[in-house]
Nanobody, 113 residues
Framework: QAQVAESGGGLVQTGGSLRLSCAVS????????IAWYRQAPGKQREWVGT???????NYPDSVKGRFTLSRDNTKTTAYLQMNSLEPEDTAVYYC???????WGPGTEVTVSP
């Protein structure tokens, strides 16, 4: 069964940076876009961005200019670089292999004031 797993979450201060990774099974990675979502306590899941199979990226206005998606086809891993983090970015972050779809278990990000 294809696997998707996030890593890289943790605690960071306001204004800091984190890079999340999304490791995806080799048999599906090149066949799928990778999307990222987040869910803060008591809130609905929010789309954070998508990187296509060809490397094109799209972001919502809430993270545009601060978050950057990328993917490494040789490592079958996608990345979410998060800069200028704010307490409002605190959430569990998920990646999903869009075309299958297959979700990871999530990684927690906490931004302290």
């Amino acid at each position: 069964q294809a696997q998707v797993a996030e890593s890289g979450g943790g605690l960071v201060q306001t204004g800091g940076s984190l890079r999340l990774s999304c490791a995806v099974s080799r048999d599906i990675f090149s066949k799928t876009d990778i999307a990222w979502y987040r869910q803060a306590p008591g809130k609905q899941r929010e789309w954070v961005g998508t990187v296509s199979r060809g490397g094109q990226t799209n972001y919502p206005d809430s993270v545009k200019g601060r978050f950057t998606l990328s993917r490494d086809n040789t490592k079958t891993t996608a990345y979410l670089q998060m800069n200028s983090l704010e307490p409002e970015d605190t959430a569990v972050y998920y990646c999903v292999a869009v075309h299958f779809p297959r979700w990871g278990p999530g990684t927690e990000v906490t931004v302290s004031p």
